[in-house]
């Protein structure tokens, strides 16, 4: 008589056998395998949602920490946010009532200190669609300008139009600031790029289906749509919010500029006021309620000192130094920067008040020259030393530089 090859009971003991290659297995020791696999994989050490293979906060950070340079508040207060999030996707169906709510993430900090690419980094830890998409573009249905649905397209173009891959991605709306409506007290008058736009931002950040025309550009009645979830998407905004500083002075009873003479003043760092910014002092920037709440992670960017911009040249994966040897070890030369050199582009850089993004910049101006003649030269080794640098950095370079700061 056949039994089960694993617990040995005959067919006539147990409900169901099935029969396999060289044996059986029972009902029951199928029922039990699948237990201690579900199990299983609940204690594994890392979340698996759909395609998506989540780490742990520490372990997050540890790999924007191979692209990002600084900013450890703002690295661990994004690790937190993201794990947390993708945790909230994989919960399981429970009857106790507990929906844990979605928590979009804004950052405020000035231009160049890294606010895009700490998003792109997530994204590329996670490998879910990510779209950048400028706030500034965006207006009021019917006006001059973007739908606020069309930056759901970009998502979806990165996805390939797959619509579940796409409720799982990550949307950075860039330059939120902008859309900052005037004053602190609502508008009276139509605001279609201010105040407008964050009314109709409200549905995407709660959770909402929103159809959205497959090839961006203005909806019709004619146009197929397709359907949306935000529910699962997470909006990460940020934003430079030039002058908020003021209304953290100000509820913070100092004075950007002056000598402090409270102990309390004594306390504050008036060097970087952003390190005290609350949710309130976004709403006083212009932002309504509405969206603050529905942006409960705040985190906060810190200026980018001499020591972080040299190590941001030549420390993280893809630093501009190692791009540029890349590109130089294509046409089989070997490129080297001297310290003296990478000094002076940093000095560079904080004297044209450019933050990280300019770095890049001004390594094109010294390295233009190079890159245009030395692929059809004899030369294998390469050097970039502080004279060759200031030569080529040369008086219309800086006073381009100069303007733009």
Same mark, same amino acid.
């Given at each position: ?8 009971? %005959? !067919? ?11 044996? $059986?297995? #029972?009902?029951? #020791? ?7 696999? =579900?199990? !299983? ?34 690295? &661990?207060?994004?690790?937190? @946010?993201?794990? +947390?999030?993708? %945790? ?30 700490? /998003? ?9 669609? *990510? ?8 207006? !009021? ?17 990165? @996805? ?42 409200? &549905? ?6 929103? +159809? ?24 990460? #905004?940020?934003?430079? *919010? ?20 409270? &102990? %309390? ?51 993280? %994966? ?11 070890? =294509? ?21 044209? &008040?450019?933050? @990280? ?5 001004? #390594? ?7 890159? $245009? ?15 060759? /640098? ?5 008086? +219309? ?9």
């Amino acid at each position: 008589m056949d039994k089960c090859s694993l617990c040995g009971r %005959k !067919e006539s003991e147990v409900g169901m056998l099935f029969s396999g290659v060289s044996g $059986f297995i #029972c009902d029951e #020791c199928i029922e039990k395998g699948h237990l201690i696999l =579900m199990e !299983e994989k609940k204690s594994s050490e890392n979340f698996s949602v759909g395609d998506v293979k989540l780490l742990k906060p520490k372990q997050i950070k540890d790999f924007i920490d191979q692209y990002v340079i600084g900013q450890e508040h703002a690295k &661990k207060v994004l690790s937190v @946010a993201v794990y +947390n999030h993708y %945790k909230r996707i994989s919960q399981p169906i429970t009857d106790d009532d507990i929906e844990i709510e979605k928590s979009n993430i804004i950052m405020v900090g000035e231009t160049g200190t890294g606010k895009t690419l700490l /998003a792109k980094t997530i994204a590329k830890m996670l490998h879910v669609p *990510f779209a950048i998409v400028d706030a500034t573009v965006l207006t !009021e249905a019917g006006y001059v300008g973007e739908d606020i649905e069309s930056l759901l397209v970009r998502l979806l173009q990165d @996805a390939d139009y797959d619509v579940k891959a796409a409720e799982r991605g990550i949307v950075f709306i860039d330059e939120i600031d902008k859309i900052a409506r005037k004053g602190d007290n609502p508008s009276i008058t139509r605001d279609v790029s201010g105040e407008g736009v964050q009314q109709g931002l409200l &549905k995407l950040l709660e959770g909402s289906v929103v +159809n959205v025309p497959p090839q961006g550009g203005r909806k019709h009645p004619e146009q197929k749509m397709i359907a949306v979830d935000t529910k699962n998407i997470l909006f990460v #905004c940020g934003g430079a *919010f030039d002058g908020i500083e003021k209304h953290i002075a100000k509820r913070l009873n100092t004075q950007i500029i002056g000598y402090g003479k409270q &102990k %309390k003043e004594e306390r504050i760092n008036k060097e970087n006021l952003l390190q005290y910014i609350v949710q309130d002092d976004i709403r006083k920037f212009g932002l309504i309620p509405e969206i603050v709440g529905r942006l409960p992670v705040l985190t906060h960017l810190n200026p980018l000192d001499r020591d972080a911009l040299k190590r941001i040249l030549t420390e993280p %994966k893809n630093s501009i130094v190692k791009q540029y040897q890349k590109l130089f070890k =294509m046409d089989k030369i070997k490129l080297e920067f001297t310290d003296d050199a990478l000094d002076y582009i940093v000095d560079q850089a904080i004297s044209f &008040k450019l933050g @990280a993004r300019g770095l890049r910049s001004i #390594c094109e101006s010294i390295m233009l020259e190079a890159m $245009f003649d030395m692929p059809t030269g004899s030369a294998k080794d390469f050097k970039v030393d502080k004279k060759y /640098a200031e030569a080529k950095l040369d008086k +219309n370079s800086v006073v381009k530089f100069k303007n733009v700061g």
